[in-house]
């Protein structure tokens, strides 16, 4: 496989009631995905069915929450529309409030996730024009 980078984008989100960093992360990819389109893909190959254009994408997304243990990657990753699908989970987003912040805040836990997703193709498999 010869992976190229074709798409490159970013997306956050939040859960605001249910310390859920799955649908946090859930809801970053959405917004990452919500903000690109890949018009024009299928012009640059000769591909004969869209897909034979899906067999050669891979989305690789990262996620950033404070506890990545409790982020369900296939879960995450089955809201993806198309493509070969791969996930890494690191440390990062957000818990609000902090434990310095919690007394001033008087609120519940809010979760905040933060996604990279980056389209990659596989130059091998498709032929140029």
């Not at 018009?39 to 996620?63: C, N, P, R, Y």
Request: zero cysteines; aromatic letters at 4%; a negative charge.
């Amino acid at each position: 496989m010869d992976y190229r980078r074709y798409l490159v984008e970013v997306g956050t989100g939040i859960d605001l009631h249910g310390e859920d960093e799955t649908k946090a992360a859930q809801r970053a990819v959405k917004d990452a995905i919500s903000h690109s389109s890949m018009v024009g893909l299928s012009q640059l190959f000769k591909v004969e069915s869209f897909a034979e254009l899906e067999e050669a994408l891979m989305v690789d997304v990262t996620i950033a929450t404070p506890n990545p243990e409790k982020v369900d990657g296939d879960m995450v990753l089955s809201i993806l529309p198309e493509g070969k699908r791969r996930i890494t989970v690191i440390e990062g987003g957000m818990a609000f409030p902090t434990a310095s912040t919690a007394e001033e805040a008087k609120t519940h836990t809010i979760m905040m996730a933060n996604a990279v997703i980056v389209v990659l193709v596989d130059a091998k498999r498709l032929e140029r024009r």
